[in-house]
């Protein structure tokens, strides 16, 4: 049963922007914290963003504060990340992922499949 679902990565132009989507089941998304992360080829898997089921908390790592969003509606089980003014380095594939409780700090345990953000310079 397939429980995160990645959309709405693609090629973009370095200084452009995508919107990265992730339908979740209901179970999985309930209650659940949630986060984006990325990995590029050669590189450790990075977290990127997360935010509390509440929404009232979220995170952004230092590299993408200002140009990252990540932000959720409870009421479609979707999550999102707005990605503006992208770089070379933002380049990788994008994970989207869900942890027990309210908290996005911590272990995540359930995962997408992954989309592909290229960033051409």
């Known amino acids: 049963q397939v429980q995160l679902v990645e959309s709405g990565g693609g090629l973009v132009q370095a200084g452009g922007s995508l919107r990265l989507s992730c339908v979740a089941s209901?179970?999985?998304?309930?209650?659940?914290?949630m986060g984006w992360f990325r990995q590029a080829p050669g590189k450790e898997r990075e977290f990127v963003a997360a935010?509390?089921?509440?929404?009232?908390?979220?995170f952004h790592t230092d590299s993408v504060k200002g140009r990252f969003t990540i932000s959720r509606d409870n009421t479609k089980n979707m999550l999102y990340l707005q990605m503006n003014s992208l770089k070379a380095e933002d380049e990788a594939v994008y994970y989207c992922?869900?942890?027990?409780?309210?908290?996005?700090?911590?272990?995540?345990?359930?995962w997408g499949q992954g989309t592909q953000v290229t960033v051409s310079s």
């Open positions: 209901a179970r999985t998304f309930r209650g659940n914290a």
């Open positions: 992922a869900a942890r027990s409780g309210n908290s996005w700090r911590g272990l995540y345990g359930v």
């Open positions: 935010i509390s089921w509440s929404g009232g908390s979220t």
